[in-house]
């Protein structure tokens, strides 16, 4: 069989990072052809830097050896440059000759120093810093040669610089601008910088430039002469003033060019069998010189290459670092401010510490951090996500763990940890493990970092920690999570994009969504079928079917998966409200099932933990109890205190509210677990402050607060409306969480679902639009009513065979 | 499917005694044995014990001719034992023959 053919010219990281997304979208696709002008397998370009510094050496920063172009049955030309390429015959040629057809062509010849067209720049011992064959120059160099000049003061230059200093070598910085890095640093932190590279010995001619640069008889450098006739002397000179894209191939082919191969949103050129990622192209009159904007095409050119065409790409947010060890800058977005923007400023020179925070319309537009970057990867999310400032404004300037987290996330930052420092607390993962992943397994994402590692792979309270450490470790080569993700590796849907799916087009089972949405796996995975299971039953109840082998076995059985394989079962005691007999028949049954533990939960019910799956449904028959739905995604407990009817202080009859609420919301599923609670006046001993609906009587009625959270990060609920009635407290609680219901994505408690759509929404939907109130309030009641009972269905014989092993045998 | 080299075949049960998507257990007391049946009707079976931290893999979500252990998510393809990639492991798997509707497994 012929596969169509791909052929890609560049052995770099944009064209290879194509492949492999490339690859793993559709691996049998396409007979794939490398050429690679370089004699080495695609190296990671931007750890050149580490490699001059005397850090790390070449084969540290291999990306993918020799042996994975083999195993991925990938044709590779080493060291062959293509020299033309035939649109009308659809081939390359190659420098030696070599040719070979195409029907869809990849160009990714990255991009060149920019050589000022100054006399004597052919000199020898003029060089630039570009590729490993430069960095071993340097380094040869360094090791014969006294005086470098960099020309150029940018992230190339300083870097160079600095690598070139470690190697003992006398350097000096010619920059043309009046700061270093203006780019990337606005003065004050260009300044700043500029102090702490001179301690390090580097000396700086800034509002500089060259005139010429002086040889001697043997055709080698001997100096520099600049525009005010002064001469330095220097027997290396390295060119970093800038890179321009590599163009000349695709021009000379008549595809249209302009400071960058032209590409439109899916980075295909102006043939439409011929597409261009990297520093190469011009993406909307952008060119991009970092790596991460060149793995954001890269994703998208792979979607398209494999005939699934559904990524665009539009454009990159950039964030930039320099990486010379013991020196923390950070900037992204637009930093210099401007018209119509705010700044906090944040300066401690003596300290060295700067800090700048560019505000526009209550959002954060840049940020340029120097000394101190520990939350450089948290602005940088506030600012690609474009969130609403609000509140957050008076404590963003002190950083991410200003604003009330506890917990592994809160006191531990990633630039001062110790190798030995736990970071993720519920897989035990210190920060060297994950060090040392991301550099021998190149990784870039926070995904990737998952996989290998299962840091933040659990409960994900330390996954910003994880970005910032990817941060730190790769540098600019980082890819950040991007905003809207796709449920999982099956697609590249969203949950919303499902959702919208399901309701519009009337999907009502699996397949349908799997077929529909063209779902890359026959029928999904452990992540993606529990989530569209609830989109199914959610959105189109009482039509489409709960399918059990979609759900995660607690829910699939009703009770809670231990560690050993054992369950615990917890009945329901609405409002933590319990009777004697009640009581007398748990322990009949504890002691009848030689059950090892009965506990008090947190949510005032009794636990009866270490209990055999066969023998679940005859402890829920002999308990004659509820479902306390201690396991779903779901409806958990209303949690009361005991209000009016003893309490000297209480205002209102709060466990009767509770049982109320809680009769109501009975079997209730929803994307996370739910909890509530009803205080009986604002001593607020239930602690509705920190659940998902928390009430609170005062004297004159009931104040009801949302999307509080007492787990992983401690949220404190936000109060939403204030009503007379305990009926209105019904009517606004169960509106709410229908609202949430309908609207958030599988596992988003109610706190991440306000914090996507914001609190003012809410309010707009349920507390001032009366009749929406009303019709999600009765949407709620139509999903519920006929619901029955789990364990009372499978008493009566529901799924029998579940709970029943097939008999033993020898 | 690898047979097994002598003929001793214990009949486990039918393949409609098993969930599509699902799995059924094997008692034994040399540790219980995880029957699961994948969307087209092929059966397998593997000691119901996750490399990881054991857990029970005849909980856990199937998918393709993979099952998701319950207790940490680790991916067992089901007709080798072998945890998918990035994690490493293996649990052991036992031949299985359908014949007739029926299931049978080899224990040797």
Redesign the interface.
Known sequence: MNKPRLVVIGNGMAGIRTIEELLALAPDLYDITVFGSEPHPNYNRILLSPVLAGEQNFTDIVLNPLSWYEESGIHLHLGKTIERIERNNRMVIASDGTQVRYDRLLIATGSSPFILPVPGKDLKGVITYRDIYDTEAMIEAAKVKQHAVVIGGGLLGLEAANGLKLRGMDVTVVHLAETLLERQLDSTAGTLLQKSLEERGLKFLLSTSTSAILGNEAGEVAGLRFNDGSEIPADLIVMAAGIRPNTTLAESAGLHCNRGIIVNDTLQTFDPRIYAVGECVSHRGVAYGLVAPLFEQAKVCANHLALMGIGTYKGSVLSTKLKVTGIDLFSAGDFLGGEGTEEIVLSDPAGGVYKKLVIKDDQLVGACLYGDTADGAWYFKLLREGRKLGDLRDHIMFGETSVGDVGVAGHNRAATMADTDEVCGC?GVCKGAIVKAITEKGLFTLDELK??T?AA??CGSCAGLCEQILMSTVGTDFQATPKTKAVCGCTDFSHDDVRRAIREHKLLTHNAVFDFLEWR??????TC??AINYYLISTWPREAVDD???????ER?HAN?Q?D?TFSVVPQMKGGVTTPDELRRIADVADKYHIPMVKVTGGQRIDLLGVKKEDLVNVWKDLGMKSGHAYGKSIRTVKTCVGAEFCRFGTQNSTQMGIDLETMLANMWSPHKVKLAVSGCPRNCAEAGIKDVGVIAVDSGWELYVGGNGGIKTEVAQFLVKVRTSEEVKEYTAAFLQLYREEAHYLDRTVHYLERVGMEYVKKRVVDDEAGRRALYERLLYSLEGLADPWEARIGGVQQ??YI?????? | MNMPLTGNW?R??EVE?I????S??????AG?IA?FRN?QDQVFALLDRCPH????LS??????NAV?C????W?IALDTGHACA?DEGCTQRFPIKVEGGEVFIS?D
């Open positions: 897989n996989k290998h299962k792979s659990s796996t026959p029928n999904g995975c452990a079928r529990p059990p082998q979609s759900r995660f076995v607690n059985v998966i560690k394989n065979r579940e092993p097939i008999k033993a045998i020898a | 214990t486990a049960c005694d969930p599509r998507l699902g059924r257990v094997l008692e034994r007391a219980n029957i969307a931290k054991a857990g029970a909980q856990g979500i199937v998918h393709g998701t319950p207790l940490h998510a991916n990035p224990l």
